[in-house]
């Protein structure tokens, strides 16, 4: 006989609205081994809390159930609580009535049926459980942080900071990510060079900051901890302990590659450093560009390297590190327009996405800094399209947030930089920040044109040989609008990296409809992820501007170091066992486990689990043929009995 | 009265559980003819799990996991996969209709298709009526 109570929560009107609250309580004080049910407003503040513990002492409970809202709400406050008042905490039963029953339905009976339903089916799985010892393991106070924009630049910095050693992994050669490509920040027009490359070189220098540039992860093995994950060191064909960064390989270099940071509107040598502030200065050969790789001589950047740093021979390595947590800041990419046929990008010279529009403003770009077409010519108009892909249910469902100010910035620098006639094409202007109304209405003022109508499409003007016509409806005139300009700047959907599942493959993240990486919850832990251990931060998890990106990785660095901090972790006691008694010695467990936690124990003639590796999904209880294996807290037994109960209804 | 079928869910915990939450915190409406018991994951399910449940008079089962691939367990779905596919056979074979059980992928992102799959589900499992096959008579 165990005694078990039951707490019937009404969360306000969340629950109470659509369930008959009172009477389910007064439904479960007739179910088996039920010796006490109350219902209460809210279960979760102090005094429901505050009930519960005084209750568990009152009827010497032992077992608790609690019907609210989501275990993956409050399963641990309640945990707690009962652990508090001298339970196993793993002898509570959350029953979802909330976001599976009240929220689902407008029918008061409908809904009450349902959660007598699964109310009984707790009871006879509470009736089922067993106390279990929580495992207690060492953790290893180093982080990993994927992605050297400046999401990952700042959550390094911000843990090397608190002396937490840090692995920052980045895939390119230099750190920097798309924040090195920007001339300009909106609202505040600060050079983002100047910004930026501060915390580039902090990172360089910072002795606890190990940055492996040029790097991808390739496995992560471990759970919260205690990761072990290998890196796959790509061939740089230079040797960076030898090099001396005095870049005379660079000017002798025949070959010519594509230059990435300016978007593909420059070339590049063959070894090369993305960008003059590139951190580390230390070049790499591209094979595919370099004239040695591709034709078998050249050779001319080892004749003029008198550090002899240029190993052709070199190859991929991997190395294995150990770390406690990890960050995910892998960022974004701009989608493809080319596929955007209407817009005539790839096919007339005059368009332009806004990658490219960043560097022609850049100092450093391809027309240092001037805003001339391809041709050279400086633009008389100039139209920028906003919402290409985005807010748009052919492509991507999702506003890019940051596109209508940066549309706005280009105007500005525009302005500022030719004598053109600026027009923006928009939906709506979403200004939403500190200081954004106010850099928007600074625009209007400047002269620069606003027509509310997403531009239609983009063609070669009939009247005037070499200029484009944009044509829209203006939903303000309700009128059809042509206008003819020079120069064509489109703002295409921000989307996830081209490699993000992959990424997500390797950490075991969740993504979006959209395809970015899901937090663990949308509001109240928008870094953390499902996986234990792993955080993300930046456009990875969705689109956002840098004020908000740095502040969401210093928010996931703050939560990585709750983790790592501590000397010991408590995981889940969850594991599965097995009954030597029962085992058949067919090893199917050991065959099936991801994680080869079940091994063959020839002494003995039976399978064993070590439990340090076990993640808990009970898939060896399901493939062993003689249910020899137990998977704790999801017996065959519990499960078997909570449907047993729910059908009962 | 029109037929109030008895429909048991078995739902992975990362996937089609948080799926199932969202399509509540978005207050989307479906059928209340569902009860969902939750696993850690979808390779917990033992066939013997739903052919219970059919005896005690399920009128329909529906399980639901990561989408093959994303499994937070890795691998874990797959063997769900091929665990399940010969569950259905079987059921087919003792002559259920193979209409009543029915596997699922449904990501954490994806309530509209939780709500979706529960919707059509239970209107199937209405116009193949009440299950008699397997349910053991009291």
Known sequence: ?649 | MSFEPKILGIACNWCTYTGADLAGTTRLQYPQNIRVVRVMCSSRINPSFIFRAFQLGADGVLVGGCHPGDCHYNTGNLYARRRLAVAKKILEFVGMEPGRFRVEWISASEGNKFAEVVTEFTAQIQSLGPQTKFKIQP
């Open chain 1, 1 to 649: 006989m165990s005694r078990i109570g039951v707490f019937v929560c009404h969360c306000g009107l969340n629950i109470a609205k659509t369930v008959q609250v009172s009477e389910l309580a007064q439904f479960a004080a007739t179910l088996p081994d039920v010796v006490i049910a109350k219902d209460y407003k809210f279960m979760c503040s102090t005094p429901g809390q505050e009930m519960i513990a005084h209750d568990i002492k009152e009827h010497r409970l032992d077992r608790v159930i609690v019907a609210a809202c989501s275990p993956l709400m409050h399963e641990q406050t309640f945990r707690k609580v009962i652990e508090n008042a001298g339970l196993n905490k793993y002898m509570l039963t959350i029953v979802n009535i909330r976001e599976q029953v009240s929220w689902v339905t407008h029918d008061i009976e409908e809904g009450t049926s349902k959660a007598k339903a699964v109310l009984n089916g707790a009871v006879y799985r509470a009736r089922l459980l067993a106390p279990l010892t929580s495992r207690i393991i060492d953790v290893c106070s180093d982080v990993m942080v994927i992605g050297g924009g400046i999401a990952g630049i700042q959550a390094a910095l911000e843990l090397a900071n608190n002396g937490k050693k840090v692995y920052l992994v980045e895939k390119n050669s230099t750190i920097g990510g798309h924040m090195a490509q920007f001339d300009k920040t909106f609202p505040t027009l600060d050079c983002s060079a100047c910004i930026l490359t501060p915390k580039m070189d902090a990172v360089l220098q910072h002795k606890n900051i190990n940055l492996m540039t040029y790097c991808e992860v390739t496995e992560v093995k471990g759970y919260v901890g205690n990761f072990e994950i290998t890196v796959k060191q790509k061939a740089r064909y230079v040797d960076h302990s030898k090099c001396n960064a005095c870049l005379a390989c660079t000017e002798k270099c025949p070959g010519k590659g594509v230059s990435e940071w300016d978007e593909g509107l420059t070339k590049r040598k063959a070894i090369y450093i993305p960008f003059p502030q590139a951190v580390p200065q230390k070049p790499v050969i591209d094979r595919d560009a370099c004239t040695y790789f591709q034709k078998g001589k050249c050779k001319l950047c080892q004749k003029v390297c008198e550090q002899k740093a240029i190993d052709y021979e070199q190859q991929d390595t991997f190395v294995t590190v150990q770390v406690g947590a990890v960050i995910v800041a892998t960022g974004y990419d701009l989608m493809n327009v080319q596929p955007l046929v209407q817009y005539g990008y790839g096919r007339y010279p005059g368009v332009y996405h806004a990658l490219e529009v960043e560097r022609l403003f850049n100092a450093a770009g391809p027309t240092g800094g001037k805003v001339t077409l391809r041709d050279g010519k400086e633009p008389q108009a100039i139209a920028i399209l906003h919402c290409i892909g985005s807010r748009d249910k052919n492509h991507y469902e999702h506003c890019s947030r940051v596109c209508c100010m940066y549309s706005l910035k280009f105007a500005h620098l525009f302005k500022e930089k030719t004598s053109a006639d600026v027009y923006n094409f928009y939906i709506d202007i979403r200004a939403a920040g500190k200081g954004y109304e106010e850099f928007y209405n600074r625009i209007i003022e400047e002269n620069v044109k606003f027509i509310r109508g997403k531009a239609a499409r983009v063609t070669e003007s009939d009247e005037e040989a070499g200029r484009l016509m944009v044509e829209a409806e203006d939903t303000i005139t309700g009128k059809f609008v042509r206008v003819a300009v020079d120069m064509v700047v489109l703002s295409p959907a921000i989307t996830p990296r081209a490699d993000a599942k992959e990424i997500a493959r390797l950490f075991n993240l969740s993504m979006d409809k959209q395809g970015f990486f899901m937090e663990r919850h949308p509001k109240l832990a928008p870094v953390s992820t499902m996986s234990e251990g792993i955080f993300i931060a930046g456009v990875c998890q969705s689109p956002k501007d840098i004020p908000d990106t740095v502040a969401q990785a210093n928010g996931a660095a703050a939560e990585a170091l709750t983790i790592v901090v501590k000397d010991k972790l408590e995981l889940e006691a969850t594991t599965a066992m097995v009954n030597p008694a029962s085992c058949c010695a067919c090893q199917n467990c050991v065959r099936v486990c991801p994680y080869g936690a079940p091994f063959f124990n020839e002494q003995k003639g039976v399978s064993e689990i070590n439990e340090a590796l076990c993640k808990g999904c009970g898939l060896c209880a399901s493939v062993c043929p003689a249910s020899a294996i137990i998977a704790r807290h999801f017996t065959n037994d519990q499960v078997l009995s909570e449907i047993e109960g729910v059908m009962e209804y």
